[in-house]
């Protein structure tokens, strides 16, 4: 710590320690009843003091925090630090939170994140008035400055504040505090590390209101595991969306009672030899749930009218011609749709959307849109509106890839953009008729391309897609004229032709993904390269140390930080509370598909 040397807090402790002891005896126990007042007073007993005090010692006489409160992705909108402030998060911590069922799941979820690495008990307890207390406080405020989804963040010698006017809030707050801490948090088992949070305050509130990524589950199926293991890498950096494609030529992934071979015939391939496979209603349940405690919302799509290949294996009655066609193992596009000149294919398109919006409590349903290379531009535009009707009678809103724009406007009505080139007067016009946007601009957001004509796995089409390229640019002036204000938000998409693995989508994730998150999240006036590369970099440690596969990027300037060694549990830790997905076993990799990381 920058403020006291260890000679200074020990000199401090001794004149301390020695005025007391020339007290007398009558004028202590004097002043010892005036504190045990003053004490009651302020709501804190002589015994919390007391270990108040025994932690800010600990603080003083011990190292400084290993990172910096501004070392934190995506960066926050307001820093304020105290280097005098170090918080030593101690074995008898106790988190507090405000009596609320939402807060407490928060509270429950920091506990499951911090009691591996530290082994600690973290008991989380309940209270209309919490105060850090030598602990950790999340509090519910009705501050209306701090948005749907900011928080405040306090650190002091004494303990953590995180205040936020909706548990979404608390979580996001928390997922900084784990940042902060040493990357030896991330460890499935304890270790001996000591526990430092660097002091000060945070603001924090978020850009757009949509930050998101898509998987691709159609090209290659990822089982419900994966995906939760996806959930929780958006969680970790504020992403609060994400879009399943469920449905393409080569599978469909969601199990529909009313049209049963859908899953059963229409997913049982993939691209090339793989293996395919579907959710469940109880799985897609599983999925939906998972993400909403972690304040995520999840998004299904069912792409139409074209990409339907694998529907059309399955009823060929949806085929224009009646017949059903061979599954297709490939990865071309554009060469199929359904019927949009049949009764039969509205009957399909509302059962389908009907049963999947009667398990997803989000507001949004995407129904795809793109590459109907073979419908006619008139009838492409009187399917999709027919579809967004059908959407808007089960009260949620459409959204649909940039191809829809042409088609009429419909309230609520939302366009994911992923073109290349900046410029698109026909979405610029469905902008101007009411629509707003979700930028996936291809050359930027895709992580699918790879990042350098090396890369073993991707795509390079829209081009190759390094860190920086990820991070430059703008989203609310990226298209023109398209006002800032229809903007909704960002989303990075990942198609799976090429991605077989768990490890192939976190090594295609990471460490694009933050950067898309940074766009998403933090204010315009904080975007800076040189400080974005330097706080990623500092996070390789946590992914190594959490199991995660990721390409090690020569932009940025990767720590060599060894991990500090796992020592058995505290006695009497408590480890009830473990996540439900432990994100710690690498899974297969498919020879020769990531390369070596050093």
């Known amino acids: 710590m920058a403020a006291r040397t260890n000679a200074e807090a020990e000199t401090a402790a001794r004149t301390n320690a020695e005025a007391q002891t020339a007290v007398p005896v009558n004028a202590a126990a004097e002043t010892a009843a005036g504190a045990d007042d003053a004490a009651r007073a302020a709501g804190r007993t002589a015994e919390e003091l007391a270990r108040a005090a025994e932690r800010e010692a600990a603080t003083l006489l011990g190292p400084p925090a290993p990172n910096r409160l501004g070392d934190v992705v995506p960066a926050p909108e307001r820093v304020e630090p105290d280097a005098a402030a170090d918080y030593l998060l101690a074995v008898d911590a106790v988190i507090r939170v405000s009596a609320d069922p939402a807060a407490v799941a928060v509270a429950r979820q920091l506990a499951a994140l911090l009691r591996p690495a530290t082994g600690y008990p973290l008991p989380v307890t309940d209270t209309t008035a919490p105060v850090p207390a030598g602990g950790i406080a999340l509090v519910l405020t009705d501050e209306i400055a701090l948005g749907a989804e900011g928080y405040r963040l306090d650190i002091s010698t004494d303990g953590v504040r995180i205040a936020a006017g909706t548990a979404a809030g608390l979580a996001h707050g928390v997922q900084t505090l784990r940042q902060l801490l040493p990357a030896a948090v991330e460890s499935a088992t304890p270790v001996t590390e000591r526990w430092v949070l660097p002091g000060g305050s945070i603001l924090d509130r978020p850009r757009y209101p949509h930050r998101g990524a898509m998987l691709d589950v159609a090209r290659h199926f990822f089982g419900v595991t994966d995906v939760l293991r996806v959930i929780d890498h958006l969680a970790r950096y504020k992403l609060n969306r994400l879009h399943l494609h469920l449905t393409d030529d080569q599978g469909w992934r969601i199990a529909i009672d009313s049209w049963p071979r859908l899953a059963t015939v229409g997913g049982a391939g993939a ?22 405690e972690r304040h995520i919302t999840v998004i299904p799509e069912v792409d139409l009218p074209g990409h339907t290949n694998a529907a059309l294996t399955a009823y060929g009655e949806l085929a224009p011609d009646r017949a059903a066609p061979a599954p297709y193992t490939g990865t071309e596009v554009g060469f199929s749709y359904v019927d949009p000149a049949s009764e039969r294919t509205y009957d399909f398109v509302a059962d389908v959307l009907g049963e999947i919006a009667a398990l997803t409590p ?76 979700v930028l996936s601009p291809g050359n930027h957001a895709y992580l699918d391309m790879k990042y350098a004509p090396n890369t073993p796995i991707g795509h390079d089409w829209a081009g190759l897609i390094d860190v920086r390229r990820a991070y430059d640019w703008d989203p609310a002036t990226h298209l023109a004229d398209v006002p800032a204000e229809a903007v909704l938000g960002v989303e990075a998409p990942l198609w799976t032709e090429s991605v077989t693995t768990l490890a192939e989508i976190e090594y295609m994730l990471f460490p694009r993904l933050p950067a898309i998150a940074e766009l998403g999240w933090s204010p315009r006036s904080t975007h ?21 596969t990721y390409h090690r990027s020569a932009e940025l300037p990767w720590p060599a930080t060894p991990v500090p060694a796992p020592r058995s549990p505290s006695p009497g830790a408590d480890q009830a509370e473990q996540p439900s997905v432990s994100g710690r076993d690498e899974p297969p990799v498919r020879p020769g598909s990531v390369p070596d990381r050093g």
């Open 271 to 292: 691209v090339g030899d793989a293996p395919g496979g579907y959710y469940t209603r109880a799985d897609y349940q599983r999925i939906v749930g998972y993400a909403a």
């Open 528 to 548: 800076d390269w040189d400080s974005f590369r330097r706080r990623l970099a500092g996070h390789g440690p946590r992914w190594a140390t959490a199991g995660i």
């Open 362 to 437: 989000g507001r949004w349903l995407h129904i795809g849109g793109d590459e109907a290379f073979k419908v006619p531009a008139e009838v492409y535009a009187g399917f999709v509106d027919r579809t967004q009707r059908i959407v808007a009678g089960l009260g949620r809103d459409v959204i649909g890839w940039h191809q829809i724009a042409p088609a009429p406007h419909r309230d609520g009505r939302i366009l994911q953009w992923w073109g290349t080139t900046g410029e698109d007067p026909v979405t610029a016009e469905a902008v101007r008729r009411g629509a707003r946007l």
